[in-house]
């Protein structure tokens, strides 16, 4: 039966750079869409950018533009990322639209008729200097309970303790610094610890398989034993100032929480997708509305399945729309067995990724080999995926190609012959189809690619066992050279066909390049037996080391901090996490102050650098040894007068190799937006080796 699917990834945060971890899940998605409409299935994949909330208002005003502007610009810079990994949406569009707004009202006024809207007020921090109330991740202050200094308003970061901001002590705005006063108001909430709303979360998350296992057991915990609800009301609006939509009969003053109207956004994507295709109100009711045949299927990140099996099936419940066939979450992606990090040079855009001239399909192809149905975490081993890439898609894959080929074009002008049975070469590939097919649709990627590379291998090991190139040599073997060649080559067109969905474009170019098609493949055209071939022509090239220890050490010196909080390895990158963005560059802890060993040096000699313009070298006493550092303060000191002078230097600094020699730490010195530079000195009674602290 063909099925028709209405498919979403979790909409990625208007406010930084795609990047490697991102792509796990829309490479993912793409791959399971493509797969599916190799089988011919009414299949449509929609997405967004997520562009409301506080951390979209406050970059836009740090940068001096609007929000609409700054979420235009990020717009393109996420489409254009996509495109660069062949992440093919049906319709990538933004929450800040028209549709998006007109769903985010008539679900919260269905709602409200079903009495699941509650407004009560609360009491809130506020920022007197901004004039805004302050979520809890944009407070900060002194733990309550370990007395760490500088923790969010929600949780310590040191001790793990979790309480409510009026908790924190000496609580200030990350926003302005200014002490938060506390100051009610009325919000609104979604009655989820109704009754109604338990009994069917209850249902959706325990029945059925819409739910991974362990998926479904979080929610178990979450929801507790039956009559013991611990799901809390949920707060879905926020006060102005607000960049989102304003609640119906608020005056402007009240905002539906970013986090309500994001999933809705997949709604809009596809009304505002369907309408430009044409399509009737009743077709869009088809895909939104309870009944029929169709599905709707959502990958998304672990981080975020509380909001997707929780809140956003009770909202389209008792909104009356459609609810989730499945979520399907993944987890996170670790590079080289370690988060993401900016200073190991692991935390790399897709853009970068491309403008070292890296091919994506490279990094399609591995993700998939390591994907699976679980909500385990992959990890990138680069030195792996050099490995893996150059020997499964290089040396098996494309090696199938340029092997047999050869033979083909020059000894039979491209025609393929099969001159013994081809009845179990036939079988075998629509068996072999149908084993990889299972495996794609169920998401156990890794199984389809490990089935792929034995069946490359035992072409390989075939081709090598009967010779071609000796039977080249005999011309009464031609027909057996020939039939060899052709049935390798069918084994390279079914190899092609499942690996369609992991790498497009090459599949593309087998199609129409070097088999001839005026159409690219479908699922059934793994068994097809080819009759004919053009010229080989060079589909993919090896993985050079060399590019990949570029790119490292290329985002160890060129990355910036992204705006936005959240870990890295993490997908979702929303609201009440992306604060540091506007805030970081103003506050430090202790913890990392403390990381920075400062000591009292004494300098026991300067000299000038021949062929250095700005450095001098100093050797630096530090009580328990003598250091070398390269200082840039030549145009400021005469190194005679320099000697026997006291001053500070980090002493923990990696050393550094230059061509004058290596540097062993960094004296500090003050300078301004006017000349001079101005060593740094400490008082009278300080001693080489001392701490600063």
Avoid at 432 to 455: P, V
Avoid at 634 to 651: E, F, I, N, Q, W
């Amino acid at each position: 039966m063909k099925r028709r699917i209405l498919v979403t990834s979790a909409l990625p945060y208007a406010n930084g750079s795609i990047h490697l971890g991102h792509l796990v899940e829309y490479i993912q998605t793409d791959i399971w869409v493509r797969f599916q409409k190799m089988q011919g299935h009414e299949v449509h994949y929609v997405c967004a950018d997520d562009t409301h909330g506080t951390p979209i208002m406050l970059r836009a005003d740090k940068e001096g533009i609007s929000p609409e502007q700054l979420v235009t610009r990020v717009y393109r810079e996420h489409t254009r990322d996509f495109a660069g990994f062949h992440v093919d949406f049906d319709n990538y569009y933004t929450t800040n639209s028209p549709e998006n707004q007109a769903f985010c009202e008539d679900i919260y006024q269905h709602l409200r008729a079903k009495d699941l809207i509650a407004k009560r007020s609360v009491e809130q921090f506020y920022d007197p200097v901004k004039a805004m109330f302050l979520p809890d991740r944009y407070i900060k202050g002194e733990c309550p309970n370990c007395h760490s200094k500088d923790q969010y308003g929600d949780s310590c970061e040191v001790c793990g303790k979790t309480y409510s901001p009026t908790d924190l002590i000496d609580p200030y705005s990350v926003v302005s610094g200014a002490k938060p006063e506390r100051k009610a108001s009325e919000h609104h909430f979604f009655k989820l610890s109704d009754r109604r709303c338990e009994e069917f979360l209850r249902q959706f998350t325990q029945s059925g398989d819409r739910l991974q296992p362990e998926a479904a057991n979080k929610m178990k915990e979450w929801l507790g034993d039956p009559g013991d609800n611990k799901l809390a009301d949920w707060d879905i609006s926020r006060d102005a100032p607000y960049f989102g939509f304003p609640i119906p009969g608020t005056d402007n003053q009240k905002f539906f929480y970013v986090w309500l109207d994001a999933p809705v956004g997949y709604f809009g994507s596809f009304r505002n997708y369907f309408e430009k295709k044409g399509r009737s109100q009743k077709e869009i009711d088809e895909f939104l509305r309870p009944g029929g045949n169709t599905e709707m299927m959502h990958f998304i990140g672990k981080d975020i399945l509380y909001f997707h099996a929780l809140f956003w099936p009770a909202m389209l419940e008792f909104a009356g729309y459609r609810t989730p066939t499945k979520v399907f979450a993944h987890g996170f992606l670790t590079v080289d067995g370690q988060k993401m990090s900016k200073s190991r040079g692991t935390f790399i855009t897709a853009e970068s990724y491309l403008q070292h001239e890296l091919n994506p399909e490279w990094l399609r192809y591995y993700y998939t080999a390591k994907l699976n149905s679980t909500m385990e975490d992959i990890d990138l081993s680069l030195d792996d995926f050099v490995a893996r890439v150059n020997s499964d898609l290089i040396g098996k894959y494309v090696n199938i190609a340029s092997r047999a080929a050869s033979f083909i074009t020059r000894l039979f002008n491209g025609e393929l012959a099969y001159h013994s049975d081809t009845k179990p070469l036939v079988e075998g590939a629509r068996a072999s189809a149908f084993l990889a097919k299972e495996a794609y649709d169920a998401r156990e990627f890794g199984k389809a690619i490990r089935q792929a590379m034995e069946i490359a291998d035992r072409i390989n090991e075939g081709f090598d066992k009967i010779q071609p190139w000796k039977l080249a040599k005999d011309p009464s073997k031609a027909k057996e050279l020939q039939d060899v060649c052709s049935r390798c080559l069918h084994g390279f067109q079914l190899l092609t066909v499942i690996l369609a969905p992991v790498l497009p474009k090459v599949a593309e170019r087998v199609a129409r390049d070097f088999f001839g098609m005026e159409r690219g493949f479908n699922w059934n055209d793994a068994s097809e037996l080819p009759t004919r071939i053009n010229p080989y022509q060079h589909l993919m090239t090896r993985i050079d080391p060399k590019k990949i220890t570029a790119l490292v050490e290329a985002n160890k010196e060129s990355l910036q901090p992204t705006p936005q909080s959240h870990s890295p390895q993490r997908h979702a990158e929303h609201q009440e996490k992306a604060v540091e963005a506007v805030t970081a560059p103003n506050f430090i802890t202790i913890d990392d102050f403390s990381k920075v060993d400062l000591r009292i040096a004494r300098i026991v000699s300067a000299e000038h650098v021949e062929g250095a313009e700005k450095l001098l070298k100093l050797q630096l006493d530090i009580g328990t040894e003598t250091r070398q550092v390269f200082a840039g303060i030549k145009s400021a000191y005469d190194p005679a007068k320099l000697v026997g002078r006291l001053t500070v230097m980090v002493a923990n600094l990696q050393p550094r190799k230059m061509r004058f020699g290596e540097s062993q730490g960094m004296v500090l010195a003050a300078s301004g937006e006017g000349p001079g530079i101005f060593l740094l000195s400490p008082d009278d009674g300080a001693q080489p080796g001392m701490k600063v602290k």
